[in-house]
């Protein structure tokens, strides 16, 4: 598939369950509710994950016309322009330097979005979200070694030797050195950066993983600064001056060996399975420090992201994401998030 009007992608991608995963999944998204739970402050507990928040801001979603067939599925069947909420993040549980390496989130919560959602109880909800990191991958083989690491990373002097204790000396070096080439690459701008899904949905009858590629190039030279929160002053200066613009592509499942569902670590190569752009991401011009903008920034920091904010047409994909189902809802629990928006949002 090189193009949205090329052939019609493989339907026969497929979720393969472990029979004791509802129970692990329990057992360590509780792990991570209990990490958040020891870091609370006085105001309580944040997120579990992706505590910093870089900035909230309002944003337009803009379905493109004349998709081929095949790309007009779910949110994406219609060319139509969403409102939408976006909260940049660091990945950290805890509220570090901007300077710090780090995995770097954007998440995405579409308003007013009609058709029933997959969480029981919220069927009815009118909001489709979705959250990629600035990589295309995990480095982690599975949710387990993925939780052992975000507890074990609390306490980072003691890392390596544990890691080498839980998972063996290849298995440690291999994971920790992926790890820090995945996050180290240095953040100028959020707005000149890439994100990805790094984990499959279904798109309709066909699933997909999902990028945002920034219109605006980073420009390497661009001075960081050693500002704390300088990826939140970067972004608020951009957005006085005027509009920041991302595609929002997918790339096409195509086999179980260069596309797989279940592997949480395997990149599916664009040279395999090329991103197709099918909507537009646009955070109009706006004054971030301005008492609506600080008014609209603290109503979004209360919210849940979720992947499983979703239609069934989008239903997140692989054992990770199976995981994550169970993760959202402890953390926001414990932390007590908003309730999801009702479309009646200003
Ligand atoms: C590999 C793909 C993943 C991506 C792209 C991703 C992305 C994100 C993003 C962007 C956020 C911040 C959401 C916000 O701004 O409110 C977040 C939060 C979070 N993530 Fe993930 N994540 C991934 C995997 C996981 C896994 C495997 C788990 C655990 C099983 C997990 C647990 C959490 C938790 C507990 C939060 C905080 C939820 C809250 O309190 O609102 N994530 N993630």
Request: aromatic residues 8%; contains cysteine.
């Amino acid at each position: 598939m090189s193009s949205p009007a090329g052939p019609e992608p493989s339907t026969t991608w497929k979720e393969t369950l472990a029979a004791d995963e509802a129970e692990r999944f329990e057992r360590l998204g509780n792990q991570l509710r209990e990490l958040a739970r020891r870091r609370a402050g006085a105001a309580g507990a944040g997120r579990a994950l992706h505590l910093k928040g870089q900035a909230g801001v309002v944003a337009e979603f803009t379905v493109l016309p004349e998709l081929p067939a095949h790309a007009r599925q779910g949110v994406f069947a219609e060319p139509r322009t969403y409102r939408a909420y976006v909260r940049f993040s660091n990945g950290a549980g805890e509220r570090q330097p901007d300077g710090k390496p780090d995995v770097r989130g954007v998440a995405i919560k579409l308003l007013g979005v009609p058709g029933q959602k997959i969480i029981p109880g919220l069927e009815q909800a009118t909001t489709q979200d979705f959250l990629l990191i600035q990589n295309a991958a995990t480095p982690f083989r599975d949710v387990d070694e993925f939780v052992w690491f975000v507890i074990a990373a609390a306490r980072p002097a003691l890392l390596l030797p544990r890691a080498i204790g839980h998972l063996g000396p290849v298995r440690a070096i291999q994971l920790i050195s992926r790890l820090v080439k995945g996050i180290s690459r240095p953040v100028t701008s959020v707005a000149t950066s890439r994100y990805f899904t790094a984990l499959p949905i279904r798109y309709g009858r066909f699933a997909v993983k999902c990028a945002l590629t920034p219109h605006e190039k980073a420009d390497p030279a661009a001075p960081t600064g050693k500002a704390p929160d300088r990826l939140a002053a970067e972004l608020a200066e951009r957005l006085s001056r005027g509009p920041v613009a991302y595609d929002f592509q997918v790339q096409f499942y195509l086999d179980d060996a260069r596309t797989p569902i279940e592997s949480s670590c395997q990149e599916w190569l664009e040279s395999d399975a090329p991103f197709v752009t099918v909507a537009r991401l646009v955070l109009p011009k706006q004054d971030v420090a301005s008492a609506e903008g600080r008014r609209l920034a603290e109503r979004i920091e209360t919210l849940s992201f979720d992947p499983w904010h979703a239609l069934e047409a989008h239903r997140p994909l692989g054992s990770m994401m199976r995981a994550r189902n169970v993760a959202y809802r402890l953390s926001t629990e414990e932390r007590g998030a908003a309730a999801e928006p009702d479309g009646r949002e200003p």
